[in-house]
């Protein structure tokens, strides 16, 4: 069980781990959620400290920006790709061509810049425990979704997304991190984490349904694009409710 809760927060954070082969990863995938956990926990953590002393869009600045330290940019960068994958026109082909490419297109940099925005602007209504529960949540949720599509969906070709396809069809693995990520979010949240939950699973299957028909099934990019997706939205559930 240690090597592999040290080998999924080694593959969605900058900790090191002698345990972070892509396979291992992959067969347990269904434990994402407590990598969520810790992600949430430290940034939650410094996000309850700052919003008691410093001004709401400083907080939010910091906040988000130590999100994406603290995970590598690896799924900020998978954003900006699928935007660019899902912009073009033309085949399914030609779509994952765009979304292959380094180079990074229009539609790229305004969602990232929107999501940069939509982040602070979340973060900063919020402050003290509240901030810090929400931070948590989001992670959970954000990684749950990651789990949903591999459980429900298949790769649009052979890469860094196969081996998680492959290996998260067992149900049993999927109940597993959904009732790490959706109990507490659900006890602690109170009706605004019900609806969080809900419209998080909603959205997950929506990215899925969507990758599908762009792209002929998903991807690391596609994984890294609802990581994103799904934490902001649940940030911005939870600050406006």
Not at 201 to 225: E, K, Q, T, Y
């Amino acid at each position: 069980m240690f090597k592999g809760i040290s080998s999924v927060i080694s593959f969605l954070t900058i900790i090191p781990s002698k345990n972070g082969e892509l396979e291992t990863v992959a067969k347990n995938m269904y434990l994402f959620p407590i990598a969520g956990a810790i992600i949430g926990l430290i940034i939650g953590a410094v996000g309850y400290g700052l919003s008691l002393f410093i001004q709401p869009l400083i907080t939010g600045l910091i906040l988000t920006g130590s999100l994406a330290i603290i995970t590598g940019i690896h799924h900020t960068d998978a954003l900006c790709d699928f935007a660019d994958g899902m912009m073009v026109k033309g085949t399914k082909e030609k779509k994952l061509k765009v979304m292959r490419d380094p180079a990074v297109g229009s539609a790229g940099v305004m969602t990232i810049v929107l999501y940069a925005a939509g982040m602070i602007l979340a973060i900063s209504m919020m402050k003290g425990f509240a901030l810090f529960e929400a931070v948590l949540f989001s992670e959970l949720m954000a990684k749950l979704s990651m789990v949903i599509q591999a459980n429900r969906g298949f790769s649009a070709w052979e890469g860094l997304s196969s081996p998680f396809t492959q290996s998260m069809k067992d149900p049993r693995k999927l109940a597993v991190a959904a009732g790490m990520a959706i109990i507490p979010t659900v006890i602690f949240g109170g009706l605004t984490g019900v609806f969080v939950v809900i419209s998080c699973v909603g959205l997950s299957f929506l990215l899925l349904a969507v990758s599908n028909r762009s792209f002929g099934g998903i991807s690391g990019d596609v994984f890294g694009a609802s990581n994103e997706l799904v934490r902001l939205a649940s940030l911005l559930i939870f600050a406006s409710i």
